[in-house]
């Protein structure tokens, strides 16, 4: 018989009512008040002018002064004293209208592929807003955490920005969690609201700009009145679509810089080119489109595709990302699985009931209905599905201080984080230092201060991977590259997507090392302005000049489909950069 996949109880739109798992509480309703800005106007004003309305000190519902928070101090920390977590952020469930499989399913096989840490973000719908999914699934995650302590478990949302892509939310654990959730989608969310996709030749884009930023806001207002202990915002899959703009990736931030830390550098759906269902159109990443009316007209046709595997504004060196950093902002990538199919996975989505009020099939209809998908039912015939299982091929490595939800969204915060596809290496450290054997050091996501005319050395240990992958092969890195920036202040124009002056200033072979640990210590120039540096690595299979040409970076990803279909045949690494300031 297929699972029921009716809620335990339904959930009327007064959440004062609505089913509560254990510990959780009713949340009162108001919308917060919303504020109206030209997009031109919004986009144009400075970090210090940045005005959000509707947001309260006081909580849920209201409404009271706005606040833009300005990034706290990081916290300096040992490196050699940090625990590397492999966080999974962005996955999706029964839960989600689109995805096949319980959780209990998922969690099995991300612990199988060495995953940490996991955020179940399902998608915003009336089932899982308005018919208890959201309440059902954070008691299915009160159970996995009891069954489970080896692994921390978050609720989140994939949340459809107003006017624009998606981003992860991520909450951390506590009794509101669920309430907060829910009330973000019921309130802010593009999809529950109809505010997707802004219509040409109206104030759409200007008026859902501002839905965007007081949502981001709302939520940084949670976590400062104590409601909620934690909150982070990633942007997810920026350049799938093409409509998120470099103006409203800067204005997200503004809105809160504690909440938005930054972006997905590379989506999910790797698998995208290999599935049982790919075709000559299919792309890893499911990059699959073309520009629309809807898109940023100053992207180019190769932001459409991944490049290596990684989203255009992460991979272009000089490019968008580096414009962002440039600003000084603190501004993080991370990876993940994005997983709603395995690809060439065998069971297919469960089966509906049928009868009065039921739909044929598997619709959003019946989603809606009943809150959740039924079971998945075995089959003899791979399926259709662009994704690898949680910590299969894309980790996202976080160096927390303990292995606690706070910790780990912390260290998310502090920027310390790598990437990697492919589990290219098994072990990486970067840190940054004065030469000579001076005390002054950072690593990932920190600043080295120093004084002007400081020599630097940046310091990377490696622990290669010598175990086989699930693909039954086991990686090898074969060249790794220093990026350095400059630190120039904030752009003149909100839409800038260019870093003059980010380049490659070091290629460094690494291919005949040890298979076990080693250590490469790469003297840099003196630091005389504020800057950072970053390091990106790949196993050297695919590279080419990269798109602002060979001075900037002569060994770049290349988009798909000038690479291999293969996922596994083109993988690379990313660390988040480390900033200098001079005194």
Partial sequence: MPHDPRPEQPAPLDEASSPAAPGRGGAERGAPGRSVVSRRTFLGASVAATVVAGVTAQGLGGSG???AAAPSAPVVVDPAALSWLVFDHHVHSVYSHDAKYPMTTILDRAQRHGVDAIAFTEHSNKGHAN???VFNAAREIETARAARPDLLVLQGLEWYIPGAEHATVLVAPGPATTRVLRRFELDHDGKLNGWEKPRPGTDDAAEWLVHATDA?????????AGV????????NHPSRLGID???ELRAWQDADPEVFVGMEGAPGAQAGAIAANATDRSRRGEYENAPSEFSFPGYPAEAYLTHGGFDWTTAVVGGVWDSLLSEGRRWWITSNSDLHLKESDSTRVGDFPTGPGWEAGATLANFDRAGRRPDPIVTATPQNGADFWPGEFSRTHVGAVDRTSAALLDAIRAGRLWVDHGHLVAGLSVVLRAAGGQEAQATLGGTLTVPRGTALELVVDVVPTTTPTSRGTTPRLAHLDVIRGRVTGRAADRDE???PGTRVVELLDVSDR???AFRVVVPLEPATEDGYVRLRGSDG????????????DPRAPQPYPVAPADPWADTWLYANPIFVSVR
Avoid: N
Wanted: hydrophobic residues 45%; glycine residues 16%; aromatic residues 2%.
């Fill in 497 to 499: 997507q260019r870093a």
């Fill in 514 to 516: 040890s298979a076990t």
């Fill in 131 to 133: 018919v208890g999914g």
């Fill in 228 to 235: 909620v202990d934690d909150v982070i915002v990633l942007a």
């Fill in 216 to 224: 981001i806001a709302w939520l940084g207002a949670q976590k400062r």
């Fill in 65 to 67: 002064p706005a606040h």
């Fill in 245 to 247: 703009s470099p103006g």
């Fill in 541 to 552: 299979r695919v590279h080419g000049v990269g798109p602002l040409g060979a001075e900037v």
